[in-house]
C-alpha cells in the first residue's frame, strides 16, 4: 500500500459563497426527502390504514 495524502472535499471556496449555497443545496434535498415521505405515505400507508388493513 502506498502511502498518499488526503485531499480536502471541498475545493478553496470562499467561506460567505459556499455557506449560502451549502444552506441551499441542504434546504432542497430536505424538501425532496419530505416530498418522497409525503408520496410514501399517501400512496401506501394511508390506504391500507383506510381499508383497515395496517392497524
Given at each position: 500500500?502506498?502511502?498518499?495524502?488526503?485531499r480536502?472535499?471541498?475545493?478553496?471556496?470562499?467561506?460567505?459563497?459556499?455557506?449560502?449555497?451549502?444552506?441551499?443545496?441542504?434546504?432542497?434535498?430536505?424538501?425532496?426527502t419530505?416530498?418522497?415521505?409525503?408520496y410514501?405515505?399517501?400512496?401506501?400507508?394511508?390506504?391500507?390504514?383506510?381499508?383497515?388493513?395496517?392497524?
Amino acid at each position: 500500500m502506498s502511502n498518499y495524502t488526503q485531499r480536502e472535499w471541498r475545493m478553496s471556496q470562499s467561506k460567505s459563497k459556499s455557506s449560502s449555497a451549502d444552506l441551499g443545496q441542504t434546504a432542497a434535498l430536505g424538501g425532496a426527502t419530505m416530498a418522497l415521505f409525503a408520496y410514501i405515505i399517501y400512496h401506501f400507508i394511508y390506504p391500507l390504514i383506510a381499508k383497515g388493513l395496517l392497524f
